[in-house]
């Protein structure tokens, strides 16, 4: 079972223009990929009232971070867009030092009970920046919405 109570990592959105911006700080890659998924899923319904029941697993071979973050954020627009999945719970590790492993454990989206505050389209390149700052993982992501 997925455990997201202890979380290592925050986030923030930001206002801009006509795409919404998230910036996300986490203590290692891992969180800060589940940080990620998990400012998405609050920034479209909240986290309230998300209930954990159907398991997707995603891996993800990668050179860089920005494709880890883009990828991972494309992933959460599609499993909207195809299955009507939110993100409840999030669980990110490594398998080797380009594979990563994702399982996101989803609430299937019900209209009485979710309330979209922003729907998605697509994450964008443009700005999407991962740096590393006195041991601190930090992301810049632009959401087209």
């Given at each position: 079972?997925?455990?997201?109570?202890?979380?290592?990592?925050?986030?923030?959105?930001?206002a801009?223009?006509?795409?919404?911006?998230?910036?996300?700080e986490?203590?290692?890659?891992?969180?800060?990929?589940?940080?990620?998924?998990?400012a998405?899923?609050?920034?479209?319904?909240?986290?309230?009232?998300?209930?954990?029941?159907?398991?997707?697993?995603?891996?993800?071979?990668?050179?860089?971070?920005?494709?880890?973050?883009?990828?991972?954020?494309?992933?959460?627009?599609?499993?909207f867009?195809?299955?009507?999945?939110?993100?409840?719970?999030?669980?990110?590790?490594?398998?080797?030092?380009?594979?990563?492993?994702?399982?996101?454990?989803?609430?299937r989206?019900?209209?009485?009970?979710h309330?979209?505050?922003?729907?998605?389209?697509?994450?964008?390149?443009h700005?999407?920046?991962?740096?590393?700052?006195?041991?601190?993982?930090?992301v810049?992501?632009?959401?087209?919405?």
């Amino acid at each position: 079972m997925l455990d997201n109570t202890s979380r290592r990592y925050a986030y923030k959105t930001v206002a801009h223009t006509a795409d919404f911006m998230i910036h996300i700080e986490a203590q290692d890659i891992e969180s800060l990929v589940e940080g990620t998924v998990m400012a998405l899923s609050d920034s479209m319904f909240g986290l309230d009232n998300l209930r954990p029941q159907a398991t997707k697993v995603f891996t993800v071979s990668f050179d860089d971070l920005e494709i880890v973050i883009f990828q991972v954020a494309s992933e959460v627009v599609f499993m909207f867009d195809t299955e009507r999945l939110i993100p409840a719970k999030v669980e990110a590790k490594m398998v080797d030092d380009r594979i990563m492993e994702i399982v996101f454990i989803c609430d299937r989206f019900d209209e009485k009970r979710h309330k979209p505050r922003v729907i998605f389209k697509a994450p964008t390149l443009h700005g999407l920046k991962v740096s590393r700052k006195k041991g601190r993982f930090f992301v810049r992501l632009l959401m087209d919405v």
